[in-house]
């Protein structure tokens, strides 16, 4: 895949993430049955204050069930549970785990949310 399809992936993937209305994002739940076990990029979303963390994880539902710090640092930023959703995208790469990795990087720099502590260099 050439840098220029990578470039054009990774916004593809930021708008659906960033741009997805908040009441079409995943809520919360105990178990995280609504989200797929599934390989893919994601967004912790707050209602009104919008992007919190992006990560990218090999499985999405395991990546929550095992705990999250974003959900502790909302949790002590005192935002409602009802306020906080997971917006996901499900990427069919987990053969190609550095591919992954760079959409992620490039996303994050594209936006560097607050909860995200280490943004990539380029």
Same mark, same amino acid.
């Given at each position: 895949m050439s840098e220029s399809e990578i470039q054009k992936q990774a916004r593809n993937i930021l708008d659906a993430i960033a741009f997805t209305p908040f009441e079409e994002c995943q809520s919360l739940n105990r178990d995280f049955s609504n989200i797929p076990d599934l390989p893919g990029i994601y @967004? !912790? $979303?707050h209602k009104y204050e919008d992007l919190l963390y992006i990560g990218k994880t090999k499985s999405l539902r395991s990546r929550f069930k095992g705990g999250h710090k974003a959900f502790l640092w909302a949790w002590l930023d005192q935002?409602? &549970?009802? &306020?906080? $959703? !997971? @917006?996901i995208q499900i990427i069919p790469y987990s053969r190609n785990p550095a591919l992954l990795l760079e959409l992620e990087a490039i996303i994050l720099r594209a936006t560097e949310p607050p909860y995200n502590v280490q943004i990539p260099m380029e």
């Open positions: @967004a !912790i $979303r935002y409602k &549970d009802e &306020d906080v $959703r !997971i @917006a």
